[in-house]
Every structure is written in C-alpha cells, then in structure tokens.
C-alpha cells in the first residue's frame, strides 16, 4: 500500500527515522473527529449530590500514528474531549494518550510495551471503575512491559512488569497511590487444545507513606473450546503484608471465557483479587465481572451490550462477606447498549444508553451521588 510523502515525513519526525527506513513500513497517520449531543444525570453538577439532567455536546478531535512492518506494530493515539453542558452552561476539557508496541526480536522472542494517561473531569470514565469514588478530577495512569519466549517447542516463558498510578485532586490535597507488579509466568502445551501455567507475582503497593505489599502464587489453565472459542482460568493464594501488623492469604481467581466470530463475538471476565491504586486508600480486595456482546448484522451494522459489576474493600477483607449497605465497602455496576452505523467508510452514527451506579462510598465525601443515566448520538468522522 502506497502512502503519501508527507505521511513518510510526519512519521520519521516522529519515530527519528529517515524517510528512506520508512520506505518498506506501512505507516497511517490517524484522524477522527466525534461529535455527540447527550442527554446526561451528571453528578458532578450538584455538590449537594443530587442528580440533574441536562442536554450535552461533546466535541473530541483524536490523533494518532500507527507504523507496522513484518517485525514491529506500534500504534498510538492522542484525544481531547471538550464538553459543554446546556442547562448550567459550563464546560470542560479532558485529556487521554495511549501507546503499544510490540516487536518480534526473533523466531522464539517477543516484547509488548504499552502506556496510557488519563487526565479526566469524570472518574467513571476510566478503564478501571473502583476510581469512581468522588466527583473530583482524577489523573490516572497504567503501564506494561512483558518479554516472552519459546524455551522448548512446548515451553513458553515470559516476564513482565506492571505499573499503575492514581492522582485524585480533592479539596485540600490527597496523596497519589501506586501499585508496582512484576512477574514471571510458564505456559506448557500439553495438547492444541489446552496449555497449563505457573505463574509468581509480587505487588508493591504505595499510598502517601503507606508501603504495602503482597507474593502471590498461581496455576492457569487454558482451553480452546471451538476455534472461535477459549476459556481461561487462574487461581492460587495470595500472601498480604500490610501496615501495622495486618497480614493475610486472599484467594485470586480469574475466569476468562473468549469468543470471537465473523458475526458474533463474547467476552466474559470475573473474578476476586487484591488490587490498588484507587486514589482514596491503599491495597483493597476486589470482586469484578464484566460483559461484552458484540454482534455484527453486516459490514455496516453492529449492536452492541456491555455489563460490569465490581466490590471492594481494604485488605486484607475488611467487610468481604458483608452484603448489602457497608460504610467500609464500595460497590457499584454499569449496563450499556448500543446501535452502530457505518455511513461509508470514514463515517459511522451511533446511539447508546447507559448507566451507572455506585453505592457504599466509605473513602469519599458523604452524600455524592454517583448514580447517571445517559443517552447519547455519536458521529464518528475520519479524515485518514
């Protein structure tokens, strides 16, 4: 595919290559341009916590730069999006950024790297929901490095590393919380249908000056079910060392069920484990499931659905069997659907609903209500 001289020019400014290098790489430029016209119970309107309604428009223009050849894929994204909300007349702008990489070093290695930074007016628009506990700005940001290789002709191996970070600008000043996590991991295929792993995980956890931490030890197990369909298992118990004393053994189970087809495709994760980063306190318990269904009528025409739900509280189990309404738990879910329209190749229209809710705040300001109804238009625009 034969691309424009200025699109080898922007891309070897970019990667610090010459133009002549670039000469056997695909390089895309990308462009897009969003509108959308919302109906939105946005929270953050009434300090008082309770909902108003008010028609939206949202403008995000989104940049990016992809670059591939037989041995490299790197993709990477800028998108800003500016609101305006009708009924109050304010307006915000926020702020995301992402980056992958993956390169093939050779026949048996291979190295993924990837970022993202969010820098948003609205926490439950994060890729992780637990961070949506307030109505402040939130600056978040996660990181992974991960080598794998071919020990044998049934062994792989790989090593890994990753980060998050959470900012949550509160009134008066709230501390940033980190979670450092590397580990290593082995996969043996014992048939073409099922491989068996062994992974260790250590996790560093940092709130303020708070330092917790926690060694983890798991069997995995992975089956292909159909050719389109693959079920994932983890399990094993994890070792937590916190503050003052506090310790405990927390089982992590993680369940994965994959199913990717021409015309329909299924993804289902849950599960229970020990993560951080929430921005309000430092290592929590986890429960989490999430939904998508993806179903395609033709080229041009897709609709789709998602479903999550999460539960947590500090560790090692403050307040895990408890049900219902717990000042020391937060909870909360989200349900979507939504209908897409491919115009012609470079636009596409879309209508979705949505909601979202949360109960159980312990670590927030009383009151705030984080419950949302949305309704949304969307029209996609891309230049290249």
């Given amino acids: 595919m034969r691309h424009a001289s200025w699109k080898r020019v922007l891309a070897a400014a970019v990667v610090g290559t010459s133009p ?27 300090p008082d916590g309770q909902a108003g309604g008010q028609l939206m428009t949202k403008l995000t223009p989104r940049l990016g730069l992809d670059v591939k050849d037989e041995t490299l894929t790197l993709e990477s994204f800028y998108a800003a999006d500016f609101l305006v909300r009708h009924g109050s007349g304010s307006m915000s702008l926020d702020h995301r950024a992402g980056a992958s990489v993956r390169k093939l070093l ?6 993924e790297v990837s970022g993202s930074i969010y820098r948003v007016t609205d926490p439950s628009s994060l890729p992780r929901e637990s961070v949506a506990r307030s109505a402040e700005p939130v600056l978040f940001g996660q990181s992974r490095v991960y080598v794998t290789g071919r020990a044998t002709r049934r062994v792989d191996v790989g090593a890994g590393y990753g980060f998050e970070g959470v900012r949550v600008f509160s009134v008066g000043g709230r501390a940033a919380g980190f979670v450092h996590t590397p580990f290593v991991e082995a996969w043996l295929r014992t048939s073409r249908r099922l491989s068996l792993g062994l992974e260790y995980r250590y996790q560093g956890f940092l709130f303020g000056e708070n330092f917790e931490q926690a060694h983890g030890v798991f069997a995995a197990l992975r089956y292909r079910l159909t050719r389109q369909t693959t079920f ?16 405990g053994v927390i089982p992590r189970v993680r369940l994965e069920l994959l199913h990717e087809a021409v015309h329909f495709d299924l993804g289902l994760v849950a ?58 738990v937060a909870q909360g879910y989200a349900l979507g659907a939504g209908l897409e329209f ?29 419950t949302r109804n949305v309704a949304a238009i969307r029209l996609h625009m891309t230049a290249w």
């Fill in 342 to 370: 491919k115009v012609s190749r470079n636009v596409s229209m879309q209508a979705a609903v949505d909601r979202i809710a949360q109960v159980g705040m312990g670590e927030t300001a009383a009151g705030v209500n984080l």
């Fill in 106 to 111: 050779s026949r048996r290695l291979r190295v």
């Fill in 232 to 247: 994932t298992l983890h399990g094993g118990p994890v070792a937590f060392q916190g503050e003052g004393g506090t310790s």
């Fill in 20 to 46: 002549a290098v670039l000469a056997a790489t695909q390089v895309e430029p990308r462009a897009r341009l969003s509108l959308e016209e919302r109906y939105d119970d946005d929270f953050r309107l009434h």
């Fill in 271 to 328: 599960g229970h484990d020990l993560v951080g980063a929430s921005g309000f306190t430092n290592a929590l318990w986890a429960d989490f499931a999430g939904l998508v269904v993806n179903r395609h009528f033709s080229h041009r025409v897709l609709l789709y659905g998602v479903a999550s739900f999460f539960r947590n509280g500090r560790a090692p189990g403050d307040g895990l069997f408890t049900w219902g309404s717990n000042p020391q």
